[in-house]
């Protein structure tokens, strides 16, 4: 599952990159998606480990910062969604992006640690 999360880590950081760089460097906050990518990517480099216990703490951190950015990705949406401003598509095209990504990921750990549990018990 650490694997997994380095892959999701990389989606995060190029879609960061994407756009930042895609609006001129003119917008840091479009940088929000690589912040998230980067803290997935270090708990994930922590949790290639042979110890089983360590490996769970890291997964579980991970797990608890792909859904907290995902409630706030939701929340920013909705937020965007709801104001007077004109909507600016690259903007929320880089949010939906990042809210599917983060969904993407949470439902896979999820279901690992579904299956885990499920193994561990038989």
Not at 8 to 15: E, I, K, N, P, S
Not at 19 to 26: D, E, I, K, M
Not at 64 to 75: D, Y
Request: net charge positive.
């Amino acid at each position: 599952m650490a694997k997994v999360t380095l892959v999701f880590a990389a989606l995060l950081v190029a879609l960061g990159l994407a756009g930042y760089l895609g609006t001129g460097s003119q917008h840091p906050t479009a940088l929000i998606p690589l912040w998230i990518g980067l803290l997935l990517g270090i708990f994930g480099v922590l949790a290639i480990s042979p110890s089983e216990n360590r490996r769970k703490i890291f997964m579980h951190i991970n797990v608890t910062i792909g859904t907290l950015g995902l409630l706030a990705t939701i929340a920013e949406i909705v937020r965007t969604l709801l104001s007077s401003k004109p909507l600016d598509r690259i903007a929320m095209a880089s949010k939906v992006s990042l809210g599917i990504l983060l969904l993407a990921y949470v439902a896979v750990c999820v279901r690992s640690f579904i299956t885990a549990r499920r193994e561990r018990a038989a």
